[in-house]
């Protein structure tokens, strides 16, 4: 975790806040959102979050400070609107990396992800199946899921899966943001993560006319191949933890005078 020593835990606090609020806000100028439907969205997503840890309607309601009334219709306008993206996508990615790293019964599943439903964990399996992103391993007394393949690219263009990519990428920011700034070590020394465990880094540089392939030739040839190494190294180790790696690049809008 970083040393925040310098400035007081309020302080610095409001300024993640402000500096990770300052994307949403980017995005509603981008596309002429007005403040009130930000707003709107700001209170589905708490409810959605609260949800996930877990809460009940009631306790949600708490939490936003509204009434039970208005938490239901937040809740439903959750559930029509803004689901499908995690039943089929984050839901099954995160079923898939958990395969990676050991094969797990449909009974084992069931308990390790008990904030889902069965329902929903039947379906997301029933999903990766028919992907054939994984399949069950019958030869154990208790069958198993295994994946079919050690890395999985969700590329594609349908927008289930890239709004559920994009779910993805700032669910591991946020976790880097939590582990560099907020987490405290756990007591027990040998549960205590190493403290190279989360890292970031912005580089800036050109990219020629014609060369941006260079980046996916990156990716693909030297990322990936390193990434699958560690990965199968890691399987043979007493102890190891799961991490979630994120790579994107973009280009920086140019000023006008800018050649």
Request: glycine content about 0%.
């Given at each position: 975790m970083s040393q925040n020593n310098d400035?007081?835990?309020q302080e610095l606090e409001r300024r993640i806040?402000?500096?990770?609020l300052s994307l949403a806000v980017r995005l509603c100028c981008r596309l002429g959102l007005p403040l009130k439907e930000l707003v709107g969205h700001v209170r589905i997503a708490y409810l959605r979050e609260l949800r996930q840890q877990g809460l009940s309607?009631?306790?949600c309601a708490q939490r936003l400070e509204v009434s039970e009334r208005t938490a239901k219709t937040l809740a439903k306008e959750l559930r029509e609107?803004?689901?499908l993206p995690d039943t089929q996508h984050t839901l099954p990615t995160k079923i898939e990396f958990m395969l990676w790293r050991t094969?797990?019964?449909q009974a084992r599943l069931h308990q390790v992800l008990r904030d889902h439903s069965h329902e929903e964990l039947d379906e997301a399996i029933a999903l990766l199946v028919e992907q054939q992103r994984i399949r069950l391993d019958r030869a154990p007394a208790t069958p198993v899921y295994i994946p079919t393949q050690s890395v999985n690219s969700q590329l594609s263009p349908e927008w289930i899966k890239r709004i559920g990519g994009l779910s993805s990428l700032l669910d591991n920011l946020y976790h880097t943001i939590d582990q560099r700034f907020f987490e405290e070590a756990p007591t027990a020394e040998d549960e205590a993560p190493p403290e190279e465990s989360s890292f970031a880094r912005t580089l800036s540089f050109y990219v020629a006319q014609g060369k941006f392939e260079l980046l996916q030739?990156?990716?693909w040839e030297v990322v990936v191949p390193?990434?699958?190494a560690i990965d199968q190294d890691s399987h043979k180790a007493p102890k190891a933890w799961p991490v979630k790696l994120t790579m994107f690049w973009a280009r920086e809008p140019q000023d006008e005078d800018e050649p």
């Open positions: 400035i007081d835990r806040l402000l500096a990770t309607l009631a306790e609107s803004f689901e094969p797990m019964s030739k990156l990716f390193q990434i699958s």
